[in-house]
C-alpha cells in the first residue's frame, strides 16, 4: 500500500512516499530559509512559502518514488498541532488530492507521526515502550502500549526543549535555528565548566521545566565581558547542553525503569543531538534496555513519519472524513 504524506506544520514544506507504512520510497523537504533574519518562524511567510512550495514538492515526492499519483492509495496529512495558517495548506491540499483521485484521506497527529518515525525502515512493529518526544514545540514523556494507545507521562510545565536550545544560542550570537549549532559548538567546550540547575530534575514525577535553566544561562551571560564571552562561549554552549540532557535522559530512564519496559524512543528534532544520543546510551548500557532513535533527517518534521502514521491510523480506524479540519493545539490522545 504506498502513502503519500504531507507535512506542513510549521517551516518544512515535506512530502513523502512511503510503502506499507515502513518503507520509505521518497521524502522531499524543502526547509524555509526566511525566518533566519527574524530569529523565528513567521506564521503568515511561513503559510505562503508552503502555498508557493507544496505543488513542486509533490511533484518531485513523486517523480522520487517512481510512482504515479494514480498509483497512491492512501494520502495522509498533519492537522495538528502547530501553527494553524500552514496546517491548513497542507490539509487542504491533501483532500485535494484525495478528493480529486479518489483515494482514501488520513488526518494525523504531528505528535504521532514523530513516534511513528521510529519504525521508518524497520522490520519491529510498535509495541510497548517509553517514548520521548522532544522538539522546538513540544517536550512529551509518553507510555507507546501499541500505535493510537498513549498515556501521558509528563511534559514540559513551560518551555520546550528545542525551544531552550533555539533562545540559547541566539543569546550566544550563534543564530536561529540554534540547536544544532550549540550540538556542534558544544565539541569545543567543557560541560562541567558551569553547573547550571536542572530544573525538576529530581521531582518525583515525569514533568519538566527549561525556563529555569534558559534564566540561569541568561544571567551567567550578562555578567561576562566581551573578552569572558568570547573566551568562554564554547563552555557555556556545552554547559547548558550537558544540563538538559541530564534532565531529559533521567526522567526517560527512570521511567523506563519503574514501567519495567525494554525500549526507549526518541523523536523531534532535538532527538538528532549527538550529546543526547551518548547520554542515554552510557546510562542503558548498565540496564537491560534498548534505545531507538530515527537517523537525523527523519528526527526533524518530515512526511515520511506522517505518511507512517497515517498508513497505522488507517488500518486501526480507517479513512478520516474530509471534514477534518486543522486543530494547531491537537493533543495526543
Known amino acids: 500500500m504506498l502513502t503519500l504524506g504531507i507535512e506542513t506544520s510549521c517551516d518544512e514544506t515535506a512530502v513523502a512516499v512511503v510503502e506499507d507504512g515502513a518503507r520509505v520510497l521518497s521524502n522531499v523537504i524543502l526547509s524555509q530559509t526566511e525566518h533566519t533574519r527574524f530569529g523565528g518562524v513567521v506564521p503568515e511567510i511561513a503559510s505562503r512559502a508552503h502555498v508557493a512550495a507544496i505543488t513542486q514538492i ?14 497512491i492509495e492512501l494520502v495522509a496529512a498533519t492537522r495538528g498541532p502547530g501553527l494553524v495558517g500552514c496546517l491548513l495548506v497542507g490539509l487542504n491540499f491533501a483532500k485535494g488530492l484525495a478528493l480529486a483521485g479518489n483515494m482514501d484521506f488520513a488526518a494525523v497527529n504531528h505528535l504521532e507521526g514523530h513516534i511513528a518515525a521510529n519504525f521508518l525502515n524497520q522490520k519491529s512493529p510498535i509495541g510497548r ?14 507510555e507507546v502500549r501499541g500505535f493510537g494507545e498513549y498515556r501521558l507521562l509528563g511534559r514540559t510545565r513551560d518551555d520546550a526543549v528545542g525551544e531552550a536550545f533555539d533562545k540559547v544560542a541566539k543569546l550566544l550570537g550563534l543564530g536561529y535555528p540554534g540547536g544544532a549549532k550549540i550540538d556542534r559548538l558544544s565539541d569545543d567546550g567543557d560541560p562541567s565548566a558551569i553547573r547550571f540547575p536542572r530544573p525538576m530534575g529530581k521531582s518525583a514525577d515525569y514533568d519538566f521545566s527549561f525556563s529555569g535553566l534558559k534564566t540561569a544561562v541568561s544571567l551567567h551571560w550578562r555578567a561576562l565581558s566581551e573578552v569572558e564571552r568570547r573566551e568562554t562561549v564554547a563552555d557555556v554552549a556545552a554547559s547548558f547542553q550537558e544540563a538538559a540532557v541530564d534532565i531529559l535522559v533521567s526522567k526517560t530512564v527512570r521511567a523506563a525503569r519503574e514501567l519495567g519496559v525494554s525500549l526507549i524512543t526518541l523523536s523531534g528534532g532535538v532527538a538528532a543531538n549527538r550529546r543526547l544520543r551518548e547520554a542515554f546510551i552510557d546510562e542503558l548500557s548498565r540496564m537491560n534496555v534498548a534505545l531507538h532513535a530515527p537517523e537525523a533527517k527523519l528526527c526533524t518534521d518530515n512526511a515520511a513519519m506522517i505518511a507512517a502514521a497515517g498508513h ?6 480507517g479513512p478520516s472524513s474530509l471534514n477534518e479540519d486543522a486543530d494547531p493545539s491537537l493533543r495526543l490522545a
Request: glycine share 12%; net charge negative.
Open 58 to 71: 509533490c511533484e518531485e515526492a513523486l517523480e522520487g518514488a517512481g510512482a504515479a499519483l494514480s498509483e
Open 129 to 142: 515502550h517509553v517514548s520521548l518526544v522532544i522538539s522546538g514545540g513540544h517536550t512529551l514523556l509518553v
Open 312 to 317: 497505522f491510523q488507517f488500518l486501526r480506524q
